[in-house]
């Protein structure tokens, strides 16, 4: 099998495709045949070594679509020749996920597609969730046109949310955003980002935390979801009521299995009915997942990067 690795943190250039034997499928685990694979921003940060740092060398990864080709010990519901997608696994022809939050791709539906839909899907609906929205609140999305951002701009407008504020670094994004709904497109740097807003879902984090903050309404809740990290003062949510609730998609999946499996059935429903949109900015081979990367490192991607075996 071939797979990328990396042997030091970096920029994209760090990133090697090497070949190597095909792995067994440990306990719950499912090899799958890759025939998508998501790109995401903590992933690029992973390579980065910032953060926790993976030991190198490194296996960069996330999630994938593919199809079954061996099955673990201890799995139940997966067979070989089932098509999957699943959060984790490498970036690789052939890799080992979890079984445990693997799924089903409904037959007329792509890997390319499962890819840019399911885990980011997830994501931006547990973020949703996390922040209990009442029909016509006003809500602030940053990084609105990454992989998860794009969806949350969408899924908040099918959550009955009022008006959807789409944050991002460049307002070449705001044609892709208002397509999709969102009422107002903001760039970081304007001077003010507008009206308050009721919700903030956070999906970039650190400087701009503060601004995120300061852009609620008395009483307001931000859902910080990102991989940025960043601080604020306690002062500054005492003077406004203001919340801030941390939330993992890992969490929510493990604590919240019924609802989990809600979001799941939704996001193909929402999908199939043309109600939402799961944008692919690029296809790019395995073998150029450096290109990839810059994609992201470059911030100009509008939906979901993916590369190819
Ligand atoms: N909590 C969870 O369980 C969970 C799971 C998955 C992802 N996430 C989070 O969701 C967020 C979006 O992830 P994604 O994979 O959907 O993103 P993505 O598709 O890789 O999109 C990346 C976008 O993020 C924005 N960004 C903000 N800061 C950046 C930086 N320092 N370097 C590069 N891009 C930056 C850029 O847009 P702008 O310049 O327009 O901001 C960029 O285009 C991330 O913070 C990620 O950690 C959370």
């Given at each position: 099998m071939r797979r990328m690795c990396f042997h030091a943190y970096g920029g994209p250039e760090v990133l090697r495709l090497e070949a190597v034997p095909d792995p067994d499928p440990?306990?719950?685990?499912?090899?799958?045949?890759?025939?998508?694979i998501g790109v995401t921003l903590p992933c690029v940060r992973a390579v980065r070594g910032e953060g926790q740092r993976q030991?190198?060398?490194?296996?960069?990864?996330?999630?994938?679509?593919?199809?079954?080709v061996?099955?673990?010990?201890?799995?139940?519901?997966?067979a070989v020749g089932d098509r999957v997608?699943?959060?984790?696994?490498?970036?690789?022809?052939?890799?080992?996920?979890?079984?445990?939050?693997?799924?089903h791709i409904p037959d007329d539906a792509g890997s390319v597609e499962a890819v840019a839909l399911v885990r980011s899907g997830h994501v931006a609906l547990a973020a949703l969730d996390t922040a209990s929205i009442s029909a016509g609140e006003s809500v602030l999305i940053t990084g609105a046109a990454s992989g998860v951002g794009h969806l949350a701009v969408q899924l908040a407008k099918i959550h009955g949310a009022g008006r959807v504020v789409a944050a991002v670094g460049s307002l070449d994004k705001a044609a892709f955003l208002r397509e999709l709904g969102a009422?107002?497109?903001?760039?970081?740097d304007s001077g003010t980002w507008g009206e308050p807003v009721d919700v903030v879902l956070d999906a970039v984090g650190g400087d701009l935390l503060p601004r995120a903050v300061a852009a609620l309404n008395p009483g307001g809740r931000l859902i910080f979801f990102n991989s940025g990290g960043g601080s604020v003062s306690a002062f500054d949510l005492l003077a406004g009521s203001k919340t801030i609730t941390g939330m993992t998609m890992a969490r929510f999946a493990r604590t919240q299995r019924h609802r989990y499996d809600e979001h799941h059935r939704q996001l193909w429903r929402l999908h199939q009915a043309g109600q939402l949109q799961a944008a692919v900015h690029a296809q790019i081979p395995l073998a150029d997942a450096a290109t990839a990367h810059g994609i992201i490192e470059a911030r100009t991607n509008q939906g979901k990067v993916v590369l190819r075996p």
């Open positions: 440990g306990p719950g685990e499912l090899l799958v045949r890759t025939e998508a030991p190198l060398p490194g296996l960069p990864g996330g999630e994938i679509a593919g199809r079954v061996a099955v673990g010990p201890l799995v139940t519901g997966f997608t699943a959060p984790g696994g490498w970036y690789a022809d052939t890799t080992p996920v979890p079984a445990v939050l693997a799924s009422d107002d497109v903001i760039s970081y």
